[in-house]
């Protein structure tokens, strides 16, 4: 299985996991949270369950670059 250059230093802990979550989400079967939950509609709401449940987790945005939220305005203070 062909690893991203993203997921890199991740392993998979269930490999068949997310294929399974997609026929899932194919026929219309899964749910989110609980069976009792609504039944997911949205092609990337699929995928994030589907990650999820195999371990993996998508990258976070670095917050470094600018454009986050500093201690500051954390605090109710504004930059001076």
Sequence with gaps: MAISRSNMGQEIEKPGKVRT????FK????HSGS???PVVKD???AIAIALSEAGIS???KNMARG???DGCAMRGRTRA
């Excluded at 979550?21 to 899932?24: A, F, G, H, L, P």
């Excluded at 026929?27 to 899964?30: A, F, R, Y």
């Design 21 to 24: 979550v997609m026929k899932e």
């Design 27 to 30: 026929e219309g079967e899964l």
């Design 35 to 37: 069976k009792k939950g």
């Design 43 to 45: 092609r990337k709401q």
């Design 58 to 60: 998508k990258p976070k």
């Design 67 to 69: 454009g986050g939220i």
